[in-house]
């Protein structure tokens, strides 16, 4: 078994796709384009976000800047080369980062999800 996708429900698709795409540097793919749906090719798993249905969006309450969801149950990894390196950059486009004890280097997206930026691994 291996991971295929995964996904992230968002009340503002534009504005989480465009973070996303402008700031993180994932390419959406225009194929699968639809008013609800954005897919990214992300050299692994394929990651996507879903607009929740307008109504249940209209009561969602996000802040600005927005707060770090903490205890939320899922966090994603994107692997790059020189983490350092990605948080500084990141940092200087006015991104939330979260220094973590051990070292680690998060970021919250427009909607408070915390994305952690890893190391690539080596596959055995």
């Known amino acids: 078994m291996r991971l295929g ?9 534009p504005r989480m796709a465009a973070f996303y795409t402008d700031t993180l540097g994932l390419q959406p793919i225009a194929e699968t ?3 609800n749906w954005v897919e990214f090719a992300s050299g692994g798993a394929t990651f996507s976000l879903h607009a929740v249905p307008s109504d249940i969006a209209a009561q969602i309450e996000i802040s600005s800047p927005p707060q770090p969801r903490e205890r ?5 990894t994107f692997e790059v080369d020189d983490v350092a390196s990605e948080c500084r950059r990141l940092e200087a486009l006015g ?9 680690g280097c998060e970021v919250v997206d427009p909607e ?10 080596v596959n055995p």
């Open 5 to 13: 996708r995964a996904m992230i429900y968002v009340k503002d698709l």
């Open 33 to 35: 384009r639809m008013d």
């Open 72 to 76: 939320g149950a899922i966090k994603l």
């Open 95 to 103: 991104v939330t980062i979260l220094r973590r004890p051990w070292g």
């Open 112 to 121: 408070g999800n915390i994305i952690q930026i890893g190391p690539k691994k």
